[in-house]
């Protein structure tokens, strides 16, 4: 069964409408404006916090929890004639609803519930210009009698180290505070004591929390609770909180215990009849005219129509954001993901990282290094400031030796410097795709600090990931593992320092090609030299000591053991390091094709390709992680979606366009393969691995949202199957289609201008560019020069428009 079980895409493909609430797992969605985050669920689940999840959590989500997604923000409605209450989102009550929806949207989410005549709409979303989140609420009366109805707003706080709140909340909660100041009906939550640090520990920072957490609503207030205890009730939960059930909340301040915010509100309904209000939680800076900032942003939020002009210009913002590129080709879903979905996921991966969501808790991983080089491939179309700003930022984690940190928290300045030999490789990969896509050489010259001692030209930095590399290849010019490489599960390959990384040394010459081409554009010929030179000895030991016969091998171990081989018993072949060989330019055309067939012949599955086969299933600790995973599961013989792109990509250089196409169909989202219910995770957005073949629970997806699958799988489409590609010179149309599209259009947002590009394909080929058309007139080749940087921002989004005309043959 498809995913239209549970839901479907509007037809303009901007909502996801979930029609039922019981999905097979809680389907989520962000809103955020950079600063104040809301992940929230299809039933009223999930989580805030300010700038940092693992510092300054808003509010509490308990992980691995029964029921599932709990607590929330809610929304309570009581019928005060018969005591029946119910919750618009299903959670937490779980009383059955006459109607339900839930509408997804780009940083916003609207769930409707009607039950007994009344039905509650709740559009939640995170204005652009407050740290605050809000919830617009509508109420209407259905039947032909009067409706008296109470209204309970409940969050449980967090409120600071969401860490220190799991393992030590028994003695973290000695130091809330709950107070109501009852001239401004705004409820104020805080703590006496923060606890600032990254990990578990004894120690004390003897700091208090610098924020407050503010709740309020645009009605009258007739109640509120600070304590948890009070509302939820000895051996109770949310789904029968006592507060509601008698209908009336205690007006509790606390100064110890768990903390919660509670808002009691009464309206009335005749026949007929809506209300609508507004409902606030924010945080403010706790510093003495706190109570000014708080009635300020309250005053704007109370007011419904500041709340609407906030939406709008919240929806004028996201639809702007994604018409850097709109697709129509004949299909429907490779349609739906590039024009919207995928960008949003991508902006989303860029946000957040692998930091804040339901698989990642956000109190580990930070912002990774290499995830958040990576992440930027996509927003560098329509928001090219976001990624100067965060290339800039990455430059200054860097060392004076050239190596990197793993991941880092721009909040706090901590960081964790793993030694995983790829990482350093993708800052030069991130900044080569800002200035194709910009034009903005200057930025080459930005300075910028080393994090131990010393600054560099951001070129320098560039240099430095290189050499830094390169200073550690084994004798034999390849790479050493270290621990780990992309494949944070061969984490036991390289520890000694005698194991040797295929996959690193295609990196390394993917980069290395980059840093050439840039080079080769400032001037800069030693470097040329160097880089070449670099590039050519690493291939060459590639090619003479990793070609297994029909395919390339992982590499070898501490003991120079070779894994990914044929003679191997298990992971006799590798899916990463045969769709490198293309994409770095490492492999002779014969081999790079032998080893995509290869790939295709032992590793494809409905799903797409799997990472490697056979599975380990012997435990090998000269190996690593994944040989402990479950075989068909993670890194060991999932359907990886990271490493399905990258085959998208390969397959799409060979000018297999056929072959690209069938990868990317079957790792679509939205095709759940076995069915939705054994798939569990969002049709919308990709997830990081589907469970292979090689397993019993062949279909089951996990890790859904912060993945590397969305900004590659974007560029796949973009770049190289529709073929419309930045370089330095401008703009290169070179499409890799599957032989049956006859024609497809394309509008691509490019330093200042926007390209509406047709293509056709009468002669039913994969590859080959006939004939280009620029605005009437025939140029030569396949490359629409452009010359200089982007400009600014056009004023009312009115860009200039370019028509090109493709034909195929």
Known sequence: MTYTKYGYFTDDCFEFVITRPDTPAPWINYTSNGRYTRLISNTGGGFSYWQTPRLHRITRWRYNCLPVDRPGHYLFVRDRKTGDYWTPSWQPVMAELDNYECRHGLNYTRITGARNGVEASVLTFVPDDAD????????KNLTGERKQLDLFAYVELCMGNALNDLVNQPNDQHFN???????????????????????????????TYDRYIIFATSLPLVAFDGSKAQFIGRWRSESNPIAVERGKLGNTEITAGDAVGALQMRVDLAPGAQKEFSVVLGVVEKRPQFRRDAERLMKKYRDLAHVDAAFEKLVADWRDYVSCVQVETPDRDLNTMINVWNQWQNACTFRFSRDAGYYHGGLLFGRGFRDSCQDTFGPVMTRPEWVKQRLTEMSSFQFKNGSVVHCYYPVSGGYA????????????????????????????????PYLDEGEATMLDHIYGCLDYTLSNLTERNLPKFGPGDWNDTLDYMGRKGRGESVWNALCLCYALRETIELAKRVGDQAAVRRYEGAFKKVADAVNKYCWDGEWYIVGTNDLREIVGSKKNKECKIYLNTQTWAVMSGVAPRERALKAMAAARKYLDTPKGPKLLHPPFRTVNPNIGLATRCVPGKKENG?????????????????GHGDHAYDYYRKALPMNPVV?????????????????????????????????GSATWMLRDVVDYILGVRPTYEGLLIDPCIPKKWKSYRIRRRFRGKIYDI???NRKGVEKGVKSVVVDGQPIEGNLIR?????PARPKAGKWPVVKVEVEMG
């Open 417 to 448: 410097r793993t030694g995983h030999s790829d990482t350093p490789l993708w800052l030069p990969l991130a900044v080569a795709m800002y200035i194709r896509e910009t034009g903005d050489w200057d930025f080459l010259k930005t300075v910028t």
């Open 675 to 707: 069915d939705i219910d054994r798939y569990e995770t969002e049709p919308y957005v990709y997830s990081e691995y589907v469970t292979s073949p090689d397993h019993p629970t062949f279909g089951q997806a996990s890790h859904s949202w912060l993945t």
């Open 638 to 654: 999932a359907v990886f979606n990271h490493a399905v792109s990258w085959a998208v990509l390969a397959e799409a250089l060979l």
């Open 132 to 139: 605050c989140e809000i919830w617009r609420v509508t109420l």
């Open 758 to 760: 047709t293509v056709r």
């Open 786 to 790: 452009v010359e200089g940087a982007a």
């Open 177 to 207: 505070e709950v107070f109501l100041d009852r001239k401004s009906s705004i409820l104020y939550a805080t703590k006496r004591y923060w606890n600032t640090f990254g990990s578990a520990t004894v120690e004390q920072s003897n700091v």
